[in-house]
């Protein structure tokens, strides 16, 4: 049966549109499954739930919940009702984010994301000279894959992020900051320098996710030489593709970071011909970059040509 109250606010009109507070009160219910639940989400009594819901079924003129021992069952057109009740809600709670993201990003601090392969070696010096050009400035730093990258500077929840071969988006803007080799690492010293692809040929090879950015390029640069790579194992990070080379498992071809950063105790050799990639710096079109970005993007980028350089 319905709740039947026959409560509903003076509207001047029965069975109009449902008030803003009584859609939030019907979502909750539904969410949290009972009234009490819904009451300590919202912060009121049970018996005011129970009431707000009998307002809401009065004013829209429908049945949303029956009742069946005590329990609140929701009717066919509550179901459909809060089919379309979550998305808005779920939107709005995207708006609050937004909101409180666009607010903090002028606070004086700065948010950076950065691919693994970075965070061993590059980011960390970026991070220390742009804390001494700029002392008492916040700075979060997040690790995270190219893709979770790209979503969270969407969702303005980054200032900054770095990656490998930045793919194509026409929301994100794509800052080429270097070029970059990608290495060969093992354990065997009597592999020759430079390696060529070929050289790879009967060896146990350590592959790359193939949608991976490096891996795809691994991919058609093996593909252009005619080269099937005897695949030992095939991992998802440059980190752990080193770890296994170290291992004895195979050969691995990685970035050079991970490997000038990781690579004690292992074999690196230069590639050739080369495979080369880029690092770029990724912000949201929809919002000026800001002095901070420029100055951390600045002193990455310096933090990378030393590196280069030490590494010769």
């Given at each position: 049966m319905s709740l039947g109250y026959g409560l509903r606010e003076d509207t001047g009109q029965k069975n109009g549109p449902m008030r803003l507070r009584h859609l939030e009160v019907f979502n909750t219910v539904m969410l949290a499954g009972t009234a009490s639940a819904a009451g300590r989400l919202l912060r009121i009594s049970q018996p005011a739930v129970t009431k707000l819901l009998a307002q809401a079924e009065a004013e829209a003129g429908l049945r949303l919940f029956e009742r069946d021992r005590g329990r609140l069952v929701p009717t066919a057109e509550a179901?459909?009702?809060?089919?379309?009740?979550?998305?808005?809600?779920?939107?709005?709670?995207?708006?609050?984010?937004?909101?409180?993201?666009?607010?903090?990003?002028q606070a004086g601090r700065i948010?950076?994301?950065?691919?693994?392969?970075?965070?061993?070696?590059?980011?960390?010096?970026?991070?220390?000279?742009?804390?001494r050009l700029l002392p008492g400035t916040g700075c979060e730093v997040a690790t995270?894959?190219?893709?979770?990258?790209?979503?969270?500077l969407l969702h303005h929840e980054l200032d900054v992020g770095f990656v490998f071969n930045a793919p194509p988006h026409e929301a994100v803007q794509a800052v080429p900051l270097a070029q970059a080799r990608m290495v060969a690492?093992?354990?065997?010293?009597?592999?020759?320098?430079?390696?060529?692809?070929?050289?790879?040929?009967?060896?146990?090879f350590i592959a790359l996710d193939p949608a991976d950015p490096l891996g795809e390029l691994l991919q058609g640069a093996a593909r252009r030489a005619g080269l099937e790579p005897r695949v030992a194992v095939r991992v998802?990070?440059?980190?752990?593709?080193?770890?296994?080379?170290?291992?004895?498992?195979?050969i691995a071809v990685i970035d050079r970071y991970t490997a000038l950063?990781?690579?004690?105790?292992?074999?690196?050799?230069?590639?050739?011909?080369?495979?080369?990639?880029?690092l770029h710096?990724?912000?949201?079109?929809?919002r000026?970059?800001?002095?901070?970005?420029?100055?951390?993007?600045?002193?990455?980028?310096?933090?990378?040509?030393?590196?280069?350089?030490?590494?010769?």
């Open positions: 179901q459909a009702l809060f089919a379309q009740t979550r998305k808005a809600f779920a939107a709005m709670d995207d708006v609050r984010r937004l909101v409180r993201n666009l607010r903090d990003s948010r950076v994301a950065a691919i693994p392969a970075l965070s061993l070696g590059v980011l960390p010096r970026a991070v220390q000279r742009f804390l995270h894959h190219t893709h979770e990258i790209i979503q969270d690492v093992a354990t065997d010293p009597a592999l020759p320098q430079p390696l060529s692809l070929g050289d790879l040929a009967g060896r146990p998802q990070t440059y980190h752990t593709a080193l770890m296994m080379a170290r291992s004895g498992v195979g950063a990781l690579g004690q105790g292992s074999v690196v050799r230069e590639l050739d011909p080369p495979i080369a990639f880029t710096a990724l912000t949201a079109r929809s000026q970059a800001g002095h901070l970005v420029d100055r951390f993007v600045a002193c990455l980028k310096a933090a990378e040509r030393e590196i280069a350089r030490a590494a010769g």
